[in-house]
């Protein structure tokens, strides 16, 4: 069983229009991570979310990202407006098994037509 | 200076040989250095990792040597397998910086049969 599940794998939005992303980790984690990966490029970091604030962000993650621990357990990313160069896949990770450990889930691919 | 730069962009091995693949890094604040695998539609998965203090470390088939002075590390695959083949990314982390990863931008690998 995977530690940490994404959800939807798959999500096709309108330009301009919101989504969200879904994260779920087995467990309670302190540390949150948001990563994107254009089609055929190497994974880039967006967001680092810990103890339920935002820790540090890339120039990637502007006002039209945001994150959040709703329920204490999901951990989400919402894209306000999306742009077509927001399609990508979206990965969540969690730092896990000591000093090293660092887990990524499957991802979400969305493609903003 | 936050950049890792990773090449070999794509190898071709037939099975049974060595895969090499070489990244460079330049920021000597890194403290963690891992090397993902990522098959199609799937998240990175950690393979093997080292820290800076150590110059080789071994797990089954996977080996990285670590040059410190230089700022190199490499991934050298021994008796290549078809499913082995995959894209592999070096990664570099940063303890003092929300343990963020920087990644290269990845070898895809194909192991002939």
């Known amino acids: 069983e995977p530690e940490v599940t994404q959800t939807p794998s798959h999500q096709v939005t309108q330009m301009g229009q919101e989504v969200i992303l879904r994260c779920v980790p087995i467990?309670?984690?302190?540390?949150f991570y948001w990563y994107r990966q254009i089609l055929g490029q190497k994974v880039e970091f967006l967001v680092s979310?810990?103890?339920?604030?935002?820790?540090?962000k890339s120039e990637i993650f502007d006002d039209q990202f945001s994150v959040e621990r709703p329920d204490g357990s999901n951990f989400t990313l919402k894209i306000r407006s999306t742009k077509l160069e927001d399609s990508a896949m979206y990965f969540c990770?969690?730092?896990?098994?000591?000093?090293?450990?660092?887990?990524f889930g499957s991802g979400t691919r969305l493609t903003v037509v | 200076q936050q950049q890792v730069k990773q090449s070999p962009q794509s190898l071709i091995v037939q099975k049974g040989g060595i895969s090499i693949i070489n990244c460079a890094y330049e920021?000597?604040?890194?403290?963690?250095f891992p090397w993902y695998q990522q098959f199609p539609g799937k998240g990175p998965a950690l393979l093997i990792a080292?820290?800076?203090?150590?110059s080789e470390k071994k797990e089954g088939r996977f080996t990285i040597s670590f040059n410190k002075s230089a700022k190199q590390f490499s991934l050298h695959i021994m008796d290549s397998q078809p499913g082995d083949s995959a894209t592999y990314f070096c990664?570099?982390?940063?303890?003092?910086?929300?343990?963020?990863?920087?990644f290269g931008k990845g070898t895809l690998l194909t192991v002939n049969p």
């Open positions: 990770a969690i730092r896990t098994g000591g000093v090293y450990g660092y887990t």
């Open positions: 467990s309670n984690h302190l540390y």
């Open positions: 979310f810990y103890n339920n604030e935002i820790s540090e």
């Open positions: 920021n000597t604040a890194f403290d963690y």
């Open positions: 080292i820290r800076p203090d150590v």
């Open positions: 990664a570099a982390r940063r303890s003092d910086s929300n343990y963020k990863l920087t």
